[in-house]
């Protein structure tokens, strides 16, 4: 049986156990046996986590169960702008291409490698 918080109006929050099929149901505190209703309480960090990241929060769990998909043809646009802007970055004038920072080095097979860094990380 699940432990439920309950709340009385003159003693505060107190705990019961209580069956699943009863878990709306009103709780007698144990001291003065005045039926309290139960509270779901909420930790501190969630309800004081700011608005933008609970609403982000909110569609990611939404969209869990809704697997993102595209047509081949919606594929194959998506990869040639990803090829074009990859492209792109590797002109020699261009001054939008990303700075690489000195330890970095690159594989064969166009991995990252940090070479004397941190060797157990993965990078990504």
Not at 6 to 26: I, R, W
Not at 66 to 76: A, I
Request: with cysteine; net charge positive; glycine share 4%.
């Amino acid at each position: 049986m699940p432990l439920y918080d309950y709340k009385c109006t003159q003693h505060g929050v107190f705990q019961e156990l209580a069956s699943m099929e009863h878990h709306d149901h009103p709780a007698k505190c144990p001291q003065c046996a005045q039926l309290s209703a139960r509270v779901v309480m909420i930790p501190p960090h969630i309800a004081a986590m700011i608005k933008e990241k609970k609403e982000a929060m909110e569609r990611n769990e939404k969209a869990q169960h809704e697997p993102d998909f595209m047509t081949s043809t919606q594929f194959h646009e998506r990869e040639k702008e990803k090829q074009e802007r990859a492209a792109h970055g590797k002109h020699k004038g261009c001054g939008c291409a990303p700075k690489r920072p000195s330890n970095l080095l690159w594989t064969a097979d166009g991995n990252k490698m940090f070479p004397s860094m941190r060797p157990w990380m993965i990078s990504h």
